[in-house]
């Protein structure tokens, strides 16, 4: 194997994956992109409907565990990030949002110059391939993601938008237009009724390129520092430990959880913390690991007799076998769906201007007993807390582990919106559109009615959203760990570049966020402007 290289990018995800390409664009520079996870070459992760099969799945999932939560009854939560090429975005529900315009704002007032939104759209148009013809002002069309209409859509979604519509949330068709409130169909990251992760998007298609090298099953162990200047990683790789090493830039992307995690193991870190967990300080940075945010989250699930829904019945038996038949004929059926077909964003009365919870209509049964499937038919709604206030940490426990502790509720008004919130979805569920499938709700449960026993019904089923950012804060504080050029604080030839460095959540889903994120590092470390879609097709026709 090569050992030597002028940029070794740690993780293929979401945004380690962007700069790959971005970087190897240049034929002079060598790049290593370095996966802990295996190939993506399966069938559970290109088809659509496979998504549901990989949140627990052994081979293509970090299946992390928090930290009892102090606030949620001491219950420890499933945390699953993606074990692939292509990191989560091989693993997640393939929605294109990008938050509201005021997410980057705030990022420029807190000490981040050029992050704010003006700064960022360049990169997010950048990347895109909109196939819907949505405004060309805020949508690109010659980047390699493919930003595509679902394929087909369940009945039972367009029942929940035009619900919606009814109790006053009105009709959104372009989340990532002039406006994010409102309910719709959700966009989707695929292509020919597939899949496209960022690696599939971004690096697939520039393979041949001699200069970039993809190494999967490869786990990183620590970075080779001197005198404070990173120059490779030391990585394990079919049983052989070995350094790898960096001409220019090592670059950390392996998310909010991973990239801290390395950066502590490689004794980077706050001073106390790394030396309780027996490992040697080479730079104190307190920042490492602090300002964990997500999206807590909490379901209303209802049951249904209804085979329009979808689910596991003798009813839809003939469906469900003619499922696949359907899918390679005409791209269509169960199996082009992401579950979470439908959404949006609206206000609690605890708001009067943003949104601040999100929904994620699934136009099937989810199970009030956690079960990944379960017999019969029904609908959900998932609510979650937008901009949430309670704010949690990374550290490692003595045997170098990852301790995740997300700290939810630890800030009374999340549980007041999460509560208000979950009222919301009840009210879209109760309105007439679904008196024709309307069923049993499950969950909370027709006896869970106050403020009270919501709170207790939140305490006990409420989780993550999977959306965890922060842990590597971008900005110019004491608690910062990179600068807003992505340079870590006092180490040089070291950068972060995934959604550990934002510095406060976004409102929506973060795929999309962490691909300008790469855009933008790349931008930043090439020393170049955004560039015209025409451009961008132009260098990758004549590479």
């Keep these: 194997m090569k050992t030597d290289y002028d940029y070794i990018i740690v993780g293929a995800g979401s945004s380690g994956c962007v700069l790959a390409n971005r970087l190897s664009a240049d034929p002079t520079v060598s790049v ?96 895109e391939n909109n196939r ?68 599939r998007a971004f690096v697939a298609p520039v393979l041949d390129r001699p200069n970039l090298t993809v190494i999967t099953d490869c786990s990183v162990q620590s970075l080779i520092l001197e005198q404070r200047v990173a120059k490779g990683v030391n990585v394990v790789s079919d049983g052989q430990t070995l350094a790898l090493n960096a001409r220019r830039e090592v670059i950390l992307s392996a998310g909010s959880l991973g990239s801290p995690s390395l950066l502590l193991a490689s004794g980077i870190g706050p001073a106390d913390e790394l030396k309780n967990a027996g490992i040697k300080v080479e730079h104190d940075l307190p920042g490492v ?3 964990l945010q997500d999206h807590i989250d909490g379901l209303v699930t209802v049951r249904s007799k209804s085979p329009l829904t979808l689910g596991f019945s003798l009813g839809a038996l003939p469906s469900i076998l003619l499922s696949p038949l359907r899918y390679v004929l005409r791209k269509k059926g169960w199996l082009t769906t992401n579950y979470v077909e439908a959404g949006g964003f609206a206000r609690t009365p605890l708001t009067d201007d943003l949104p601040d919870v999100q929904f994620h209509f699934v136009p099937g049964y989810r199970s009030h007993r956690g079960r990944l499937f379960e017999w019969g038919h029904g609908y959900a709604v998932h609510t979650c807390v937008l901009r949430p206030k309670s704010i949690g940490e990374i550290r490692l426990d003595r045997n170098a582990q990852p301790v995740i502790d997300f700290n939810f509720l630890s800030d009374p008004q999340d549980a007041r919106v999460l509560i208000e919130g979950l009222k919301l979805a ?61 340079k870590v604080h006092g180490i040089e030839g070291l950068r972060v570049v995934d959604a550990s460095i934002m510095p406060t959540l976004i409102s929506g889903n973060t795929n999309a966020p962490c691909i300008m994120i790469g855009e933008k590092a790349a931008g930043m470390i090439l020393g170049r402007a955004p560039k015209s879609a025409a451009a961008a097709m132009a260098e990758h026709a004549a590479y």
């Excluded at 990022?107 to 148009?125: E, H, M």
């Excluded at 595509?148 to 990532?176: H, T, Y």
Aim: aromatic letters at 8%; proline letters at 5%.
């Design 289 to 291: 690991g602090k300002n």
């Design 32 to 127: 290593c992109l370095i996966e802990a996870g295996s190939h993506d070459n399966n069938l559970r992760i290109q088809t659509p409907a496979g998504t549901i099969t990989l949140y627990k799945s052994k081979k293509y999932s970090w299946n992390f565990i928090s930290a009892p939560q102090k606030h949620l009854n001491g219950r420890s939560l499933h945390t699953p990030r993606g074990k692939a090429l292509g990191g989560s975005s091989s693993m997640n529900s393939m929605i294109y949002i990008r938050g509201h315009a005021s997410d980057y704002d705030r990022w420029a007032q807190a000490g981040c110059p050029g992050w704010d939104w003006n700064g960022v759209l360049p990169y997010f148009k950048q990347s």
């Design 426 to 486: 009840r009210k879209v569920l109760a309105d007439q559109a679904f008196d024709g499938i309307r069923g049993k709700e499950m969950l909370p449960g027709a006896e869970v009615q106050t403020d009270e026993q919501l709170m207790a019904y939140v305490q006990e089923y409420a989780a993550t959203v999977f959306h965890p950012v922060g842990t590597c804060k971008m900005g110019v504080d004491a608690m910062s760990v990179v600068s807003p050029e992505l």
């Design 132 to 199: 819907l013809g949505q405004d060309p002002r805020l949508h690109g069309t010659g980047g390699e993601l493919n930003v595509e209409a679902a394929r087909d859509p369940n009945p039972v979604s367009r029942l929940f938008v035009k619900a919606a519509q009814r109790v006053g949330i009105r009709q959104n068709d372009d989340f990532n237009g002039e406006t994010l409130e409102g309910c719709g169909i959700y966009n989707l990251t695929q292509k020919d009724a597939k899949r496209l992760s960022s690696y």
